[in-house]
Structure formats: C-alpha cells, structure tokens
C-alpha cells in the first residue's frame, strides 16, 4: 500500500504573504499569534518554482509507472485562481517562437505527453496510444474531442466486467471519443482545441475561470515479444497502462467572487461535487464503513483513483495572501487529510495475442448475433447470453437497492428519533418560557419590594441622620459639663490637699508644744522626786 502524494505549488497573491515553505513543509503565520502551523507534504514548490521543476517532481515517475502497466492518476485542486489550469494545461510564451514542448510555460499534460511519446519512440515495441477528454459541467457529461459541435450530453454507468477482466476501472462513459494519436504534435492539436470547448467566464477573482472539472486520460497499449516455454515458440504480450489528468475546477466563495445568474449556479455545482469528494476522502481516512462516491458524478469518475488500485498524486494550489487565509487553511487541511488514503497500486494483468484476438472475436459475435436478431425481429431482441447477462446485472442493481432501501428505512428511523427529539425540545423550550415569565414576574414582585425598601430606608436614614445630630450635640454639651466638673473637682482636691497640709502642720505644732510641755512638766516632777528624797 502507498499514500497519496501530495504537492503544493504556491502562486504568488495580492496582499502580504502569510505563508512561508521549504522544501516538505508549508508554515502558515497565525495572525495575532506567536504560534505557526506547519503541514508536511512530499514537495512543496515556492513562487519561484517554474513549471519544468514541478514536472520533474511529480509527473515524470508518473510516465515510468504507466509504461510498467499501472494506472496512474495526479489530479489539481484548489480556490479558484490559485492557477490549477496554468499547472495542468500551461500557456504559450508570448512572442516566442520556439517549439510547444520546449515553451517553458506549458503545463503538464503536455509535458507529460511529450516525455510518453520520447520514452515509447525509444523503444523498439510497437505500441499505441490513445486519448480522451472529457468535461464534467453542471454535473453533465461532455466530450470534448467529439467531432460533433453539438455537445451531446454523456451516459455514465458501471460494468463491473470491465474491472474484473480488463483492469480499467467500472465505470464506463456511454459515447465518449477515444483518439488514436500517433505522435505529440497531434495531441497537442487534439487538446487546443478542446480547450476551445472548455467552459470559461469571468469573476472578480479570476479574469478566465474555469466553470468545469475536465479529465484528460491517456491510455497505453506495449506489444512485447516473451517466449514460450511450453510451445516453444515466441509470444507477443500486450501491457497496458493507464493515466488520468485531471483539472479540478477552483472552489468558490461566491459572496467575493460576485457570481450571480448562471454563474451562481456553475459555482454552486462546482462547490457541492468538492465537497462531496472531501467527504469521500474523510470516509476513506476513518475507514467508514459506507463511502459516497455515487452522490456526486465527479466522485464516480475518480473512484479507483481515491482508495483503489490507481496510483495518485495531488497537486493542490494556494495564494498565499493575507485576502485568501480562509481558502488557504481550508485546502491545507483538505490536502493533509488526503495524503492518509492508502491505495494499493496493481499492475494491470498482460494479456496475449491470441487471448485479445479471442475476446475481440467474442464481442464481435455477440454484435453481430445482437444485430442479426434485430433485423428479424420487428423490435429489439437479444441473444439468450445477453439476456442472462442483464438479469445478472438487473439482480445486482437490486441488491443494490434493496441495500439503498435498508439505509433508507435507517434514515427514517433516525430522523424518527430527530423529530421526537425535535417535538420533547419544543416541549422543554415551552416550559423554560413559561419559568422566564414566572422568573421575571418575581423579580418584578421583588424590585418592587426593593424600591418600598429603599424608600423606607431613605426615610429612617433622614431619622437616623437627625437623631445622631442630636446625639452628638447632647454628648458635646455633656463632655463639656464633665469637663468643667473634672476642673472645679481638682480645684477642690487641690484646696482640700492645702487644707490638710496645713491642718498637718497646726497638728505637728500642737504635737511638738504638747510634748515641749510635757517634758517641762517632767523635769519639774523628776526635780521634786529628788527634793523629797534628800
């Protein structure tokens, strides 16, 4: 198994530059952000990059893988103008007059047919090669190297024998012009004036924009001679490879890209098969059990390429101006999903001379039994063969919708479930209304108390404000009487402390007389002791 490559051109913008690239990597600048986003790739090409350096990169191996039998698909997406066509298709110099496949601005399936023819010329096989191109507008099909000028609208249906025994892919185009080509110069012819064909128009985001997806596929027949052992003789062998190129048409935001009428309705188209192809890509990346491919005839196209046995290359293209950021992250992230699908690239199965001989003969037959019983018959009539063929093919169609009405009645059931979601989340919105107007009712109850509150408090804070006043005036004509009695008491104390120092002092003087006194009366009685005792 191999990834998808994934490739990135970067085509210069008209603002200022929000992405930076090396070699495998491109870093988107954040805005408003110190942090960058990088997305790793197999080849990122720079503004620089010219066309020669983009086929080296990506096709060249392509044309070598196809020569060894496989089939090989590298198909462009991206906004519109970000030069999807100019990568695929190129343009002519102006002025110049050297060879187309010298022209450094063509793209690269001319390029891609130019090195084919080189490399089978070189070779001594004989070989053939044929081409086709074919338009996918407004989801109907066109060829576009049809002779007729009509443009006769295309069948798509599947043949699963074609698969099985050819290794071509199912899906087959009722009607569609393969060309046998025989040297570059007549693809190169065949392809400008296809591209005459191509639907164009202008917008105000690109001057020729693409209104179509266009696939451009190659198929390879090599005759090599093996030799046979068993017979021993030498035996020719056919291998066959096979290679689509496709241009996607860009994705459009038609807010910006002013499309209106018509080209409202191309874009609208255009946008609904990419997105559909980005939803087969994410089912392919979460290995979802169902994958959309038949929801979109692009997706059809492109089935084997996008999880098959095809080997695939993606070139996907951004502006990296700051105008196109939204476009420019949506394709890096649609890319970088991508390139996580794993295909399993087959060779295809060689078959011999003699057995294309015998299946060529075979389907001769059956047209010609089909024929001969249509010309006997008055209506159309099929051999037994055909008929069983149908039937098998009629009993696979209904088991594939048998398997479409099983996800129908799913689908049912699960919108069922959404409906019933949808009538209880009604229910649930009626009841959260009615407790909003229960909820408002009671804040209007309770600003209302609010309010009687405040005012009441309003007037008991007039009350209060008046009663501290007086308050404060009482204890002011309070402290003051306090304060004049804490004076007259220390003027008392301090009278009452000289009275008692002088009541002291009388007491002392009265004391020391009282003892003068005594100690006389003393004297005079100790004086009198002695006078009677002598």
């Not at 690239?21 to 960058?36: A, D, F, G, M």
């Not at 999807?84 to 298709?89: L, Q, S």
């Not at 009671?442 to 009350?463: A, D, F, K, P």
């Not at 008392?492 to 402390?497: D, G, L, P």
Request: charged content about 25%; aromatic content about 6%; proline content about 2%.
């Amino acid at each position: 198994s191999s990834g998808i490559n994934a490739e990135w051109p970067l085509r210069p913008g008209g603002s200022h530059s929000i992405i930076e690239c090396t070699k495998k990597e491109v870093i988107l600048k954040q805005c408003n952000s110190n942090l960058n986003k990088k997305y790793t790739f197999d080849h990122v090409y720079g503004p620089r990059s010219t066309q020669v350096d983009l086929y080296k990169g990506v096709a060249a191996s392509t044309v070598e893988e196809v020569l060894q039998g496989y089939n090989c698909t590298i198909f462009a997406y991206g906004q519109t103008g970000t030069g999807k066509t100019y990568t695929m298709e190129g343009s002519r110099s102006i002025g110049s007059n050297i060879p187309w496949e010298k022209d450094p601005n063509i793209g690269l399936i001319p390029r891609t047919m130019s090195h084919l023819f080189d490399r089978l010329n070189s070779q001594a096989s004989d070989f053939s090669v044929r081409v086709s191109m074919l338009e996918l507008y407004n989801e109907e099909l066109f060829d576009l190297l049809s002779p007729n000028e009509s443009n006769q609208k295309l069948r798509l249906f599947e043949d699963s024998t074609r698969k099985v025994t050819r290794g071509i892919g199912s899906v087959v185009i009722q009607g569609l012009e393969e060309v046998q080509v025989m040297s570059k110069d007549e693809v190169y012819g065949l392809m400008e004036r296809a591209m005459q064909k191509r639907q164009t128009a202008a917008t105000l985001l690109n001057a020729a924009s693409s209104r179509s997806h266009v696939v451009f596929t190659v198929t390879v027949h090599i005759k090599t001679v093996s030799q046979d052992d068993i017979n021993d003789c030498e035996e020719e062998i056919f291998k066959m490879g096979k290679l689509n190129l496709v241009d996607l048409a860009g994705s459009e935001n038609i807010g910006r890209s002013g499309a209106q009428n018509a080209r409202a309705r191309e874009a609208g188209n255009i946008n609904q098969s990419l997105l559909t192809l980005g939803r087969v890509i994410t089912a392919l990346v979460d290995r979802a059990p169902h994958v959309p491919y038949r929801e979109s005839k692009l997706t059809r196209l492109l089935q084997d390429s996008l999880g098959g046995r095809t080997q695939t290359s993606i070139i996907a293209t951004i502006s990296p101006a700051f105008c196109n950021m939204e476009e420019t992250i949506s394709t890096l992230e649609y890319a970088n999903r991508a390139k996580n699908i794993l295909n399993k690239p087959e060779v295809n199965q060689r078959s011999s001379k003699k057995a294309l001989i015998k299946e060529y003969t075979a389907e001769i037959e059956k047209l010609k039994k089909e024929l001969q019983m249509s010309r006997e018959k008055g209506g159309v009539y099929l051999e037994f063969d055909k008929f069983t063929e149908m039937e098998q093919r009629m009993k696979s169609q209904a088991d594939i919708i048998k398997d479409k009405e099983e996800q129908l009645a799913s689908l049912v059931a699960i919108r069922t479930k959404v409906d019933n979601l949808f009538t209880d989340s009604i229910k649930q919105i009626d009841g959260l209304h009615q407790k909003i107007d229960r909820k408002e009712q009671v804040e209007s109850q309770n600003r209302l108390i609010i309010n009687n509150y405040v005012q009441n408090n309003q007037n008991n804070y007039s009350m209060f404000r008046q009663f501290v006043v007086q308050r404060k005036e009482a204890l002011t004509s309070n402290y003051h009487d306090i304060t004049n009695l804490l004076q007259q008491s220390k003027q008392q104390e301090s009278r009452a402390t000289d009275q008692s120092h002088e009541l002291l002092n009388k007491l002392m003087e009265t004391v020391a007389r009282g003892l003068t006194v005594t100690s006389e009366k003393r004297d005079e009685a100790h004086g009198k002791l002695r006078a009677l005792s002598l």
